[in-house]
Structure formats: C-alpha cells, structure tokens
C-alpha cells in the first residue's frame, strides 16, 4: 500500500518562503511522476508542479521562478521549495504520485492528506 506523507505546512508572511516535503512509503523511482497540486477555499484544484520519473519538471505559470519542485531518492522524498510566497498561494497543498500500470496502461494515483499553507500579514 502506497502512502504519502506531507509536511512543512505553516503560516508565513507574505514575501517568505517555507519548504513542503512528501515522504513516500517505497522507491520514488517507482512512480512515473510526482507532483504537488493546492486547492484554495472555494476553488478547484489545480496543479502546481510535476517532476517526472527522468527528472524533468513543469510548473504552474502563477509559480515559475518562485517555486522549484525536487527530490531526494536516497530518502524517498519529494520536496517544493516556496519562495516569494504571496497571499493568493494560501491553499492545503497535497502531494500526489502515479505510475501507469503495465498491462492495462491505466493510470494510478495515489495522494497524501494534505497541509495547510496559509500566507498573511
């Protein structure tokens, strides 16, 4: 059973930055890609970062140049650096993995619980 676990949530000013980590329970290798997705009170969720299984990275157009996803295989860990964080990044932040099954070709996704990001003065 797959099970993702995100941390570093917190209440920030508007211009800081804060780190959000995805402990995953096996090889982040396993997974096609890993992303980090938010959804604001009252809004959809919306995708904020991918890192693909090569490595390469997308991210949402309100984030580029402030944000940088990553990982860490040796631990496992996805991370999204947050910088310049304004107050309409305020949103549960969640952790998301999937990989493609062989046979079938369908997509799986797994998803962590959650952590609050709230950027305020």
């Known amino acids: 059973q797959v099970q993702l676990v995100e941390s570093g949530g917190g209440l920030v000013q508007p211009g800081g930055s804060l780190r959000l980590s995805c402990a995953t329970s096996?090889?982040?290798?396993?997974?096609?890609?890993m992303g980090w997705y938010r959804q604001a009170p009252g809004k959809e969720r919306e995708l904020v970062a991918t890192?693909?299984?090569?490595?390469?990275?997308d991210y949402a157009d309100s984030v580029k140049g402030r944000f940088t996803i990553s990982r860490d295989s040796a631990k496992n860990t996805m991370y999204l650096q947050m910088n310049s964080l304004k107050p309409e990044d305020t949103a549960v932040y969640y952790c998301?993995?999937?990989?493609?099954?062989?046979?079938?070709?369908?997509?799986?996704?797994?998803w962590g619980q959650g952590t609050q990001v709230t950027v305020s003065s």
């Open positions: 096996g090889s982040i290798f396993s997974f096609n890609a």
């Open positions: 998301n993995a999937y990989l493609i099954t062989p046979l079938s070709k369908t997509r799986r996704d797994y």
């Open positions: 890192i693909t299984r090569s490595s390469s990275t």
